[in-house]
């Protein structure tokens, strides 16, 4: 069972397993992260990161085990329940998955727009955060005449408009040149010092380094002991 | 609720060609429909006014004694669902029908003696003209012996009525047939521009967005579709009716009715019934592809 006393955790990852047909993407895995946090997990591709963090946003259900993620259990959770869990949680994923036919405004409005925010406040909240980001200029522009820097850069703007507890990001630096790459690394560790928890995968060691937290590596869907 | 007509409003414009496509399958679908409502609504008239005029000739055999005519109208005139029962002798007949055929007089001139019967022209109260309750009291009539013959002068109308609740029946069948395919049409369309935006919404969902918060603008696209598809096809109809009304009044010199359009009742109710077409529409696709 989940340890109930972990006040202070704001994912909590027990016993976990995930099967695709009969492989098994993540076997035992336990985890337990703290708010605030920085999470790192590390590992080669195929190693079972990308599932771990789809398991955190409901894209995949576990086999077995148990996550809960700020107190919603996400075995329980029903279909309705899950946009709100989604709302919780700032996404940023290494395709950027971004709509080509919205301008970068609407890309990040969207997020606002599902919440049921005014209209006022998603013009005045979307325009600080592109600011943030530094993608106020291209607000009209439309992604694919982005660079991927850029691209990501929105996604990031995307993920944090919302104002998030937690930012899940799948390999955020991973098809970036190193001038983008810090970039994304300096706004995700601005955003952690504003008390967002961060939960990066990724195998890119220059990202490991520089954003700092906690470190964990998975192999083949298992955790492996710290060294 | 503004965002989401704006979002409609775009994806109309931004998949004209399948939305037109769309719109003017449910246009045609309600034109033959309505069509069909309009010939009813007309065919009706024609024959409640017929019903109106309806009298019922009741012969009387011959040599009945004027003693007893008397006696036969009171007894008639009792009679269920009767108005009024006037006694036409023979003489009376032969001097109407010579009025009424007054451009062939040379008919009448070799006519040595009087060929009509003595006759009862029976009018009915206006509750009772239908069918059933004159067919009931023609066998009444023909039951009493002094009665030779009864003439119900419209018993054709019977077999129109006949016929035309045959055409009534094939033309709610058509309708229901239309509207099936209409929904199809729409649930199509709508299922198209879903798959065409299949990346947007499932990033719109992974950014948190309700179903609810998707469907909003297909639902409003698929109203829109059904409103404007019903106003179009009762618009052209409407024009045709006018075309066409004029022509049969002149033709035929209907003066006793009026061809007439379909009542802003019957309007509404086509337009929200369109409409419905379009929301189902919307509906099969939606459940269908969320649930995927």
């Known amino acids: ?227 | 609720m503004i965002l989401h007509y704006k979002r409609a409003i775009q994806d109309i414009l931004d998949h004209k060609f399948l939305n037109a496509v769309t719109i003017i399958t449910i246009a045609i679908s309600i034109l033959i429909v309505s069509a069909f409502a309009l010939f009813f609504v007309n065919a009706s008239d024609i024959i409640s006014s017929w019903q109106k005029g309806v009298r019922i000739m009741a012969y009387l055999r011959p040599n009945i004694p004027h003693a007893d005519i008397g006696a036969l109208k009171l007894k008639i005139q009792d009679f269920y669902g009767v108005q009024n029962v006037k006694f036409i002798s023979k003489e009376e007949g032969l001097q109407m029908l010579k009025d009424q055929m007054k451009r062939q007089p040379s008919l009448f001139v070799d006519l040595k003696e009087n060929p009509l019967p003595d006759a009862f022209a029976i009018r009915m109260i206006p509750t009772s003209k239908n069918r059933e309750k004159i067919e009931g009291l023609t066998t009444r009539l023909e039951a009493l012996p002094e009665i030779n013959d009864v003439e119900y002068g419209h018993r054709w109308l019977a077999r129109f009525t006949n016929i035309f609740n045959l055409f009534k029946l094939t033309g709610f069948a058509l309708g229901g047939l239309f509207s099936v395919a209409a929904v199809f049409i729409v649930a199509n369309t709508i299922r198209l521009v879903l798959y065409t935006r299949r990346e947007e919404l499932e990033i719109m969902r992974l950014v948190g967005a309700a179903d609810s918060f998707i469907k909003a603008p297909f639902y409003i696209e698929g109203i829109i579709q059904g409103a404007l598809g019903g106003t179009i096809g009762l618009a052209v109809l409407f024009v045709t009716f006018l075309i066409v009304s004029s022509n049969v009044q002149q033709s035929f010199a209907l003066d006793f009715f009026t061809v007439r359009f379909l009542s802003i009742k019957v309007y509404g109710t086509i337009i929200f019934c369109s409409t419905c077409v379009g929301w189902l529409g919307c509906y099969l696709s939606l459940k269908q592809f969320l649930k995927s």
């Open chain 1, 1 to 227: 069972m989940i340890d109930t006393q972990s006040k202070n955790s704001i994912i909590q990852i027990f016993r976990v397993y995930k099967k695709y047909g009969g492989k098994h993407a993540l076997t035992d895995v336990t985890l337990d992260i703290p708010k605030n946090d920085s999470l790192l997990i590390s590992g080669p591709s195929g190693a079972g990161k990308t599932t771990l963090l789809k398991l955190l946003y409901l894209a995949e259900k576990v086999s077995a085990g148990q996550v809960l993620v700020d107190g919603m259990n996400l075995a329980r959770i029903s279909r309705k329940r899950i946009p709100f869990l989604r709302r919780k949680l700032g996404i940023i994923f290494q395709d950027y998955k971004l709509i080509p036919t919205k301008t970068v405004f609407d890309n990040v409005a969207i997020v606002l727009e599902a919440m049921g925010t005014k209209r006022r406040l998603i013009q005045k909240k979307v325009k600080s955060v592109l600011r943030t980001v530094g993608m106020e200029e291209r607000i009209n522009s439309f992604p694919p005449i982005l660079s991927g820097g850029e691209q990501q850069r929105v996604a990031v703007a995307r993920a944090v408009v919302g104002d998030p507890i937690i930012i899940l990001a799948d390999e955020p630096t991973g098809s970036l040149d190193s001038d983008s790459a810090n970039i994304i690394i300096e706004l995700l560790k601005k955003f952690h010092t504003r008390g967002t928890t961060l939960v990066i995968a990724t195998h890119d060691k220059e990202l490991l380094n520089k954003i700092g937290g906690r470190i964990v590596h998975l192999k083949q869907g298992c955790l492996q002991p710290s060294a």
